[in-house]
């Protein structure tokens, strides 16, 4: 059984009751250790022009570049769902953007249930700079 980080899951929580979904009305938190141990948070805030909005992921990563750091060495992130909600795979390729491929992924929802994966197994395959890199 996965047990969240009680810092991150709090963070992550907190910032779900903040989410603006007045039109989905599916509120997601998300929350993001750094390698300095900092915690940057997210929410997801949609629009009137649904499905244009920022989701809770790309919220705190952009928190985290506007404080300076670049590195994840944790996330999590929570929604009321029936089972742990993954990110979309927009936010899949900003997380690989700034996380190691065995950086921790929890997945959690808001009843207990929490799913542990790393960078990797939530993006196989990943895009990197590497590709774009001529010899």
Known sequence: MTIP??????????????????YSNFKVGAAIRTLTGHIYVGCNVENVAYPEGTCAEA????????????????????ADSPSPVPPCGGCRQKIAEFAGQGATVTLCTTDGKARD???????????????????
């Open 59 to 78: 919220g705190a990563i952009a928190a985290m570049i506007v404080a300076g750091e670049t590195e994840i060495a944790e996330i999590l992130v929570i």
């Open 117 to 135: 994966m790393t960078v990797a197994d939530l993006l196989p395959g990943v895009f990197s700079a590497l590709h774009m890199d001529r010899a």
């Open 5 to 22: 980080d009680p810092r991150l899951l709090d963070a992550a929580s907190g910032a779900r009751l903040n989410a603006y979904a007045p």
